[in-house]
C-alpha cells in the first residue's frame, strides 16, 4: 500500500469568536489535562510491568496485557469524560511508541551482538597458533577444508545472485560455525578465513599487524557508539507539558538518578514547545466531512459540559441532504470535519495548501456516496485512511500581519500621510495571546491518502488483493468456526467476525467504481532497471541508472546536475548556516540564547531533489528506486572517523576531538531521513517500487549506487525463484 500524509490546517467554526475559542479550548484542555497524562501514565505502568522482561524478548508488548491496563485508567475520575476516540488514540500512541522503542532495541542489540562476536573472531596468525597449539600450515591446510564444505553448502540458485551477495552467504556459514563448534583448530581455521575474506596466504606473505589492528579499532569504536545507545531511557511521554519546568524542578528536589538529571537538563538547555501528544484516528470513517454551510454550528457556552461518545447522524444526514440539493450544481470548494465520538458542535473547516485540498473535496464526495447507502458502498476504499489531530506552531498569521502592514505604509505614503496618520495601528489577532496557548498554537489535521484510490485503475487494483485477502481469512474463520463448535466451545465473536468481513466482500465485489475516480494509466517500469541512490555528506545525493541484467550504468546524475537552475539554494544553505554557526558561538560565549531557527531552505532543497530523482527514473523507465539506510551509515562512518582520530592523533584528546566533531558535522548537517521520505512519498504516487540497500563506505557515489541497485535486483530476483519453486506442482507433490 503506496500512503503519503498531507498536512492541513483547522479553523474553528462558530457564530461568534468566543465559540470559535472555546472549540480550541476544548481540544486543548482534553490534550494537555487528560489525553496526554493518560499516555504518560501508560508509559510508566507499561514500562513497570512484570512481565516487561518478557517483551523485550518477543520484541513486542502483549495487547492483552496493554489493555488491562488501559481499561484500568479509564475507571479514574480525570479520565471519564474523555471521547472514546480520544481514550483510544491514548493506547494506540502507547503501542506504537514501545513497539518502535523496543524493535529499535532489538536491532541495536543484534548488530551489537554480531560486532562483539566480529571482534571475538578476528586475531593475529600468532594468536591462533597459541590458541589452538598448531603450526600456521596445519591451520591453513584446515581453513582450505572449510572453505570447500562453506562453498558446497551454496546452492546452485545462490550462482544467479551477485559476488558480494554469495560472500555474505560464506561469512554466515563461516560465523555460524565458529559460535557452534568446540574443535580450537576448526575455530581458528574459520577465524582464519574470515580475517583473510577467504584467501589462504602463502608462507612468503607477512601479516599486517597494523592493518587487522585498525580493523578490530574500528569495530571496537562502532560498539561503543551502540553501547551508548541502549543506554537510553525508556519512553515516559511528555512529563513537561503544560507545566512549569522551574516550579516542576523546584518541587523535584534532589536528583540522585543521572538518567533523570540529563532528561531535566535536556528540557532546561533546549527550546522547548511543550505540545501535548496528537490524537490519533485510525479508521477511515472516523472522521465526518460536510460542507461548513450544512454543519449549522451552536454557540458554545463556557460553562456546557461537554458530551461523550455523541454519534454525528445529524451530520451524516446533513450530508446527504445536501449531496441531493446539489446535485446539479458544481460542488463548494470550502470543507468541514468533526470526529466521531466528538460532540457535534466541535467542528473545524479545513485549510490548506492548493496542491492537497483536492484529497479532502474527494473525501468529501466520498462521504457522500457512501451515505445514500451504507449496506452498498464500503468506507474500506476512502481515500482518508487515517489522520492525526496534533497542535502545531504557526507563525503565517504573523507574518501576513507585518506584510499587511508594510503595505499600508507604502499605500500611505503614495497618498502622501503623514506619519501620525499611517494606518499602523493593525492589531495582532487573539490567535497570538500568549496567555492562552488554544490561540497561539494552532490545529492541523494530518491526512494519511493512499495514493492508488486517486485513480480508478489503482482502486481496481487494490479492490483485487482485498478480495483475495479477504477470501483467505473468511475460510480460516469457517475452519475455526467448525473446530469450535465440534469441542463445544462459543462460536459468537468468531461468527461476528465473519458476517463482518462476509460483508466486506460482497460490496467489495459489487464496486463498479462508485466513487467516480478518475481514470489514470499505471507506471509501468522495466524492472530490470533500476535507480540508485547514493547519499554523502552535507547533502550530497548521486542517482546511478542501472541495468541490472548487464551490470551496466546507463546514466549517472549529482546533485548539481538533478537540480539544475535550483543548486543555487545550496549554495545559499550553505551560507546561513555558517552564518548561525557563528552567532551560535559568540552568544554561548556571552551565555545568551543560542537556538537560532534556521530557514525552510533544506526543506526545499530535499523537495527539489526528490522531485528530480523520480524525473530522472521515469525517464529511462526504472522499475525500482533503491534507498540507502542512513542510520547504520552514519554509526559505521562515525565509528571509522573516531578509529582514524584516535590512531593519528597520538593520544592529543583534543585534538582529537575536535577532528572527530569536524568530520561528524560533515554527516549529521543535513536531514537525511527527510530527503528519503520525499523521493519514496513522490515514487509512491508515480507507483515506482521503492527498497532500501545498504550503502557501502568505500567507492566512488556512482559505484556505491550501482552497487546497491544491483544488490536489490539480484535479491528480489532470488525471493521470486524461491516463491515459484515453493509454488511449483513438483514441490507439492514432493
Not at 518477543?58 to 480525570?78: F, Y
Not at 578465513?193 to 569495530?219: A, C, Q, W
Not at 537560532?596 to 530522472?616: C, M, P, Q, R, Y
Request: proline share 3%; net charge positive.
Amino acid at each position: 500500500m503506496s500512503k503519503v500524509t498531507y498536512s492541513f490546517r483547522l479553523d474553528a467554526l462558530g457564530k461568534t469568536p468566543k465559540a470559535r475559542e472555546e472549540v480550541r479550548r476544548y481540544f486543548w484542555e482534553l490534550m494537555i489535562q487528560q489525553h496526554t497524562p493518560l499516555i504518560n501514565q501508560l508509559n510508566l505502568q507499561v514500562a513497570q510491568h512484570p512481565n516487561f522482561a518478557n517483551w523485550q524478548n518477543n520484541n513486542a508488548v502483549d495487547a492483552d496485557d496493554l489493555k488491562r491496563l488501559w481499561r484500568s485508567l479509564k475507571k479514574q475520575p480525570q479520565f471519564e469524560t474523555m471521547p472514546e476516540r480520544a481514550f483510544v488514540s491514548a493506547r494506540l500512541v502507547t503501542n506504537n511508541t514501545y513497539e518502535s522503542w523496543l524493535a529499535l532495541q532489538a536491532k541495536r542489540q543484534d548488530e551489537l551482538n554480531k560486532l562483539l562476536h566480529s571482534i571475538e573472531v578476528l586475531k593475529t596468525d600468532v594468536e591462533l597458533i597459541a590458541i589452538s597449539g598448531c603450526d600456521l600450515d596445519v591451520i591453513r591446510n584446515r581453513a582450505k577444508e572449510v572453505l570447500s564444505e562453506a562453498n558446497a553448502q551454496i546452492s546452485e540458485d545462490s550462482k544467479k545472485k551477485s559476488k558480494k551477495a554469495i560472500e555474505g552467504g560464506i561469512y554466515k556459514i563461516l560465523y555460524d560455525k565458529h559460535r557452534i563448534t568446540d574443535d580450537l583448530l576448526e575455530k581458528c581455521a574459520v577465524a582464519y578465513l574470515i580475517k583473510n575474506r577467504f584467501k589462504i596466504k602463502s608462507d612468503e606473505t607477512e601479516e599486517d599487524v597494523k592493518k587487522l589492528g585498525d580493523r578490530i579499532h574500528r569495530k571496537q569504536k562502532e560498539t561503543e557508539i551502540l553501547q551508548k545507545q541502549l543506554q537510553s531511557r525508556l519512553p515516559k511521554g511528555r512529563p513537561w507539558v503544560g507545566k512549569d519546568i522551574l516550579d516542576e524542578i523546584a518541587s523535584i528536589g534532589v536528583v540522585e538518578d543521572e538518567t533523570e538529571w540529563n532528561s531535566i537538563e535536556s528540557a532546561l538547555l533546549k527550546k522547548q514547545t511543550f505540545l501535548p501528544h496528537p490524537i490519533l484516528f485510525e479508521s477511515s470513517d472516523d472522521l465526518i466531512w460536510a460542507e461548513p454551510e450544512r454543519c449549522q454550528i451552536k454557540d458554545i457556552q463556557p460553562d456546557e459540559e461537554n458530551s461523550k461518545d455523541t454519534e454525528i447522524e445529524g451530520v451524516k444526514a446533513k450530508n446527504l441532504q445536501a449531496g441531493k440539493e446539489n446535485s446539479n450544481t458544481e460542488p463548494r470548494k470550502r470543507v468541514c470535519v468533526c470526529f466521531k465520538s466528538f460532540d457535534e458542535k466541535y467542528a473545524f473547516e479545513v485549510a490548506g495548501d492548493y496542491r492537497h485540498i483536492h484529497a479532502v473535496r474527494q473525501a468529501l464526495e466520498e462521504r457522500k456516496i457512501y451515505d445514500e447507502d451504507t449496506t452498498q458502498n464500503t468506507s474500506a476504499l476512502f481515500l482518508v485512511r487515517s489522520a492525526t489531530l496534533i497542535w502545531r506552531e504557526y507563525k503565517k498569521n504573523e507574518n501576513r500581519i507585518v506584510r499587511r502592514r508594510k503595505v499600508a505604509n507604502k499605500r500611505a505614503n503614495r497618498e502622501g500621510q503623514s506619519a501620525d496618520t499611517k494606518p499602523d495601528s493593525l492589531p495582532a489577532p487573539e490567535f497570538y495571546d500568549p496567555d492562552f496557548p488554544w490561540n497561539r498554537y494552532q490545529l492541523f489535521l494530518h491526512c494519511t491518502i493512499e495514493t492508488r484510490y486517486l485513480s480508478k485503475e489503482g482502486t481496481e487494483l487494490d479492490i483485487e488483493k482485498q478480495k483475495k485477502s479477504t477470501a483467505k481469512t473468511l475460510q480460516t474463520l469457517e475452519k475455526n468456526i467448525a473446530e469450535l463448535e465440534g469441542k463445544g466451545e462459543s462460536t459468537k465473536t468468531r461468527k461476528d467476525r465473519h458476517s463482518r468481513q462476509s460483508g466486506t466482500l460482497r460490496r467489495l465485489e459489487n464496486y463498479d467504481n462508485n466513487y467516480e475516480r478518475p481514470s489514470k494509466p499505471l507506471y509501468a517500469g522495466q524492472p530490470h532497471i533500476v535507480t540508485g541512490v547514493a547519499l554523502g555528506s552535507s547533502g550530497l545525493t548521486t542517482a546511478t541508472i542501472a541495468d541490472a541484467t548487464s551490470d551496466k550504468i546507463l546514466e549517472c546524475r549529482g546533485l548539481k546536475a538533478l537540480l539544475g537552475k535550483n543548486y543555487e539554494l545550496i549554495k545559499r544553505r550553505q551560507f546561513e548556516r555558517q552564518l548561525n554557526l557563528r552567532r551560535r558561538t559568540q552568544n554561548q560565549k556571552r551565555g545568551a540564547n543560542d537556538q537560532f531557527g534556521e530557514s525552510n531552505l533544506g526543506d526545499t532543497i530535499d523537495k527539489h531533489t526528490a522531485n528530480a530523482v523520480i524525473d530522472f527514473a521515469k525517464k529511462h523507465q526504472s522499475g525500482c528506486i533503491v534507498l540507502p539506510d542512513m542510520n547504520d551509515y552514519r554509526r559505521r562512518k562515525q565509528a571509522e572517523i573516531a578509529a582514524f582520530a584516535e590512531r593519528e592523533c597520538g593520544g592529543w584528546k583534543g585534538i582529537e576531538k575536535k577532528f572527530a566533531k569536524a568530520q561528524n558535522e560533515k554527516i549529521h548537517s543535513w536531514s537525511y531521513e527527510r530527503l528519503i521520505k520525499y523521493i519514496t512519498n513522490q515514487a509512491e504516487k508515480e507507483g515506482i517500487l521503492v527498497k532500501i540497500g545498504r550503502q557501502p563506505l568505500q567507492g566512488s557515489s556512482q559505484e556505491q549506487g550501482k552497487q546497491m541497485a544491483i544488490e536489490v535486483y539480484k535479491a528480489i530476483e532470488a525471493y521470486k525463484n524461491k516463491a515459484k519453486s515453493e509454488k511449483s506442482p513438483s514441490n507439492k507433490s514432493a
